[in-house]
């Protein structure tokens, strides 16, 4: 039916910050609320799609309809996602919106590390996988769609676009972030495909997620 275009597409949507641990009690964490996420998930699934939401540790509700698995490190999120994709139904549309760490602590302590008079411990760091990356590269398994987001506080359109070949994803939601967008629910961003960059006014994070779910619509009918 026309109100429900994606009937029969499968999806997968990471969400959420990434949390890193140091040792059983601490970890490395950032800002990301989830909220762009959640609303892509929900407006996925409004639109028809079986969406599972792979989200980091976040304060919201799962979306109506939404299959939503938790993970906490990077490791696990990226886990998570092959999971999915590895899954016999295949998938067609991916879009990563998660705040993946870029680093996790190299050896963490299997116990809660103690404050010693010497000073404090030095955190070792090594970089996560790229989750988009991979989830981007070739293969029987690479979903139809891959859209990956930016957050960039200047030259939006070279980062992006950089991003776009970089990562190997089909489309890039281009989020300028100089202004307030952290846990706040409006969002201007443009959408850069292979083709061109359409840049959307400031609407808020559910506007911007239905925008993005009717513009995969119109890409599986095309
Ligand atoms: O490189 P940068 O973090 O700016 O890229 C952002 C995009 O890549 C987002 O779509 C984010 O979800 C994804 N990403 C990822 N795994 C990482 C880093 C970023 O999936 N380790």
Not at 111 to 123: M, T
Request: glycine share 10%.
């Amino acid at each position: 039916p026309d109100g429900r275009p994606l009937t029969g597409r499968t999806a997968v949507v990471t969400a959420g910050p990434t949390f890193e641990p140091i040792d059983p009690v601490r970890g490395l964490t950032n800002r990301s609320s989830g909220k762009q996420g959640y609303a892509v998930a929900a407006a996925l699934a409004e639109l028809g799609a079986e969406v599972t939401l792979i989200s980091g540790p976040v304060a919201l509700d799962a979306p109506v309809g939404v299959t939503r698995v938790w993970v906490e490190a990077a490791t696990e999120m990226k886990a998570a996602v092959e999971a999915r994709l590895n899954s016999d139904r295949g998938t067609d549309i991916a879009v990563m919106s998660a705040a993946v760490a870029d680093w996790r602590v190299d050896g963490i302590a299997s116990g809660k590390i103690k404050k010693k008079p010497g000073g404090p411990p030095s955190l070792a760091l090594i970089e996560n996988p790229d989750i988009l990356a991979g989830v981007s590269a070739p293969g029987p398994r690479r979903p139809k769609l891959v859209v990956g987001f930016a957050a960039e506080t200047s030259d939006l359109e070279t980062n992006a676009r950089a991003k776009l070949s970089r990562k190997g994803c089909d489309w890039i939601v281009g989020n300028d972030v100089s202004g307030e967008v952290f846990g706040s629910d409006g969002n201007a961003v443009t959408l850069f495909t292979r083709n061109g960059a359409e840049p959307w006014p400031r609407q808020s994070k559910t506007e911007v997620a239905r925008k993005l779910a009717h513009r995969i619509a119109d890409h599986f009918k095309a």
